[in-house]
């Protein structure tokens, strides 16, 4: 819990405000304590999310968000790539009517890119708050923000909530653990799958018969432990517990393949889930394992304990926060001094790849033995 005694910025009574942040799942995540602390800040405000395509299921359920916005500027680019930039400028005019036409007081980019400042100006908000140059990822993200704040603490979330400095009137307790709630019908289908697979759903199966998920996918290559190492160690778990493995889209038949190749007793790879089906797995999981990804974080989230996989990026910074976590950092010279860490890396093998399946075991092992059954 986080206590903070905010300066105020002149806004309406009932303001309308535009949350920015259109990252990856990982990043929006990040982000759900501030929008909870927006909302408790501003009860009886209009609070939207402008999102990005990727991400936008991150705050479509959650309770406090009036209206999620997507920036699918992925799909605006293909239009233009394509040559249809007749179809590419009418859904460009179209997202641009709907944030003027909306009428915001205040945007809040938590983001730090050229990109999101320019969806912050594009709100019309007379007022758009930001982070300092330095805290940006991209420095010209300061042209379009009216007010700095240099963010406070160590871990991002920390640093998102130090926006607020400058946004509320008075103190409050801000709780800053992400947290996500599946669907009920979320549940409903992964407990459907839970059966067809042959591992009970009832709440004392799921405490006396201990499961862990592998995530073995990831954004960015530099951040991605190799699949062969995860499918080696999902191998050596699944003699001790069930394992499942959440693959990422198009990793599906690959790991299955690799896995034919093993001939110990498998792990079970689960079907292609959307991000609330995969907060329902998480959630009845006892750990779940994965780099620095976007369903990590998800796990971490939903209630799942967690052992991160970190290369170029700092998990003090980045890694799920709490105490029910534990990251295995392997610091690299290629992220140097750089806040951001870097999409390439031409070091993997003194980086990332030199996190060994025994040392990874082995923190697997006594994270397990931590949990109470």
């Not at 991605?224 to 160690?233: D, G, M, Q, S, V």
Request: a positive charge; proline letters at 6%; charged letters at 20%.
């Amino acid at each position: 819990m986080l206590a903070r005694k905010y300066q105020t910025i002149a806004l309406p009574l009932e303001p309308r405000i535009a949350l920015v942040k259109i990252g990856a799942i990982g990043d929006c995540i990040h982000t759900l304590p501030l929008a909870r602390a927006l909302r408790q800040c501003f009860p009886k405000a209009y609070l939207a999310w402008i999102v990005g395509a990727e991400a936008k299921d991150v705050p479509a359920d959650q309770d406090g968000i009036d209206e999620v916005i997507v920036s699918d500027t992925r799909a605006w680019r293909r239009l233009f790539r394509a040559g249809s930039v007749r179809k590419a400028y009418r859904a460009v005019a179209a997202f641009r009517r709907r944030l003027t036409d909306a009428s915001f007081d205040l945007a809040v980019d938590a983001q730090g890119s050229i990109k999101s400042g320019l969806m912050a100006r594009l709100t019309g908000a007379p007022v758009r708050v930001g982070f300092t140059s330095d805290a940006c990822r991209e420095p010209l993200n300061t042209l379009f923000t009216t007010h700095r704040v240099s963010p406070r603490g160590t871990h991002v979330i920390e640093q998102n909530l130090s926006l607020l400095t400058l946004c509320g009137g008075a103190d409050i307790q801000m709780d800053a653990y992400p947290r996500f709630s599946p669907t009920y019908a979320a549940v409903e289908r992964v407990v459907a799958w839970r059966g067809k697979v042959g591992i009970a759903a009832d709440s004392d199966a799921i405490k006396s018969a201990p499961l862990v998920a592998i995530h073995p996918g990831g954004g960015y290559a530099s951040k991605r432990w190799p699949l062969k190492a995860f499918i080696t160690l999902a191998s050596r778990l699944a003699h001790r517990w069930t394992v499942i493995i959440t693959p990422s889209p198009g990793e599906q038949e690959d790991i299955l393949d690799r896995l034919d190749a093993i001939g110990s007793k498998k792990p079970i790879v689960a079907p292609p889930m959307g991000l609330s089906e995969l907060a329902a797995l998480y959630q009845q999981c006892h750990l779940m394992i994965a780099s620095d990804t976007g369903p990590l974080h998800l796990a971490a989230a939903a209630g799942c304990r967690t052992v991160g996989l970190f290369g170029p990026s700092a998990s003090a910074r980045n890694g799920p926060y709490g105490t029910h976590h534990y990251s295995l950092q392997q610091y690299c010279a290629c992220r140097g001094k750089r806040l951001f860490p870097p999409r390439k890396c031409s070091q993997r093998e003194s980086c990332i790849e030199s996190l060994t399946v025994d040392d990874v075991y082995q923190v697997v092992c006594d994270q397990m033995a931590r949990i109470a059954l």
